[in-house]
């Protein structure tokens, strides 16, 4: 059972303009919700998170929406550039100090130039 | 800065054979974590040791074994290996639990067992 779930394999946007990656979760527990970026050959690389008593979370070209209701959480990247081309993870956990992280399956961003 | 070491990078392995997979936390984070990332798969939690002491277990399979030395270093040891246990093995570290804060994932070891 896929508790984080990213329907989307992959996704292309033309650099310069905003890309938008999608994730679902089924479990309500979740509280800690944070996005990974990985580089082939590469572990994930930490790119942000927010917690659920926030809707929104920015770190410059990064934002983070998240919809409890929904139980959705959305990244955008604005303005998207080549260097962003990389598989994105969203990953969840139930506590701030938790030990584990369920992952999505990822979804493969190309920013076209 | 250092980061996450893992080693080895690659490794071929038999059916029934053992491995054994280091990983070499940054320096002052006291947590060490393994997860599994098959093909096209997302990567799964195994097990995650807190101040050298098992703090949480996922989905590891009992031929699996892991621990964290004294050095805060862990070794995730393999044994009776399946052509299923081929993978990409990542580890990471962190100061206290991740959840909020993440993770540094090291590069990853890839196991292939043929």
């Known amino acids: 059972d896929q508790q984080v779930k990213q329907n989307s394999p992959s996704l292309s946007v033309q650099e310069g303009r905003i890309s938008i990656l999608n994730c679902d979760y089924t479990?309500?527990?979740?509280?800690?919700f944070l996005w990974y970026k990985k580089y082939p050959a590469e572990g994930p690389t930490f790119l942000i998170s927010i917690s659920s008593i926030k809707d929104k979370n920015e770190d410059g070209r990064f934002t983070v929406f998240l919809n409890k209701s929904a139980k959705h959480l959305s990244l955008h990247i604005v303005p998207s550039q080549p260097g962003d081309s990389a598989v994105y993870f969203c990953?969840?956990?139930?506590?701030?100090?938790?030990?584990?992280?369920?992952f999505g399956k990822g979804t493969k961003l190309s920013v076209i130039p | 800065a250092a980061g996450v070491i893992q080693s080895p990078r690659h490794l071929i392995k038999e059916k029934r054979e053992t491995a054994t997979l280091k990983c070499y936390p940054i320096?002052?984070?006291?947590?060490v974590y393994w997860y599994q990332q098959g093909p096209g798969q997302d990567p799964q939690f195994l097990i995650s040791?807190?101040?050298?002491?098992q703090s949480d277990k996922g989905s590891i399979p009992d031929r699996f074994s892991a621990q964290q030395f004294s050095d805060y270093h862990s070794e995730l040891n393999m044994s009776s290996l399946e052509l299923g246990d081929s993978a990409l093995y990542f580890c990471?570290?962190?100061w206290g639990g991740g959840g909020m804060a993440g993770y540094t994932f090291g590069s990853g070891t890839r196991l292939t067992v043929v």
């Open positions: 990471a570290s962190s």
């Open positions: 479990n309500s527990m979740f509280d800690y």
């Open positions: 990953a969840a956990s139930v506590g701030a100090g938790s030990y584990q992280l369920t």
């Open positions: 320096p002052r984070h006291d947590t």
């Open positions: 040791f807190y101040e050298k002491m």
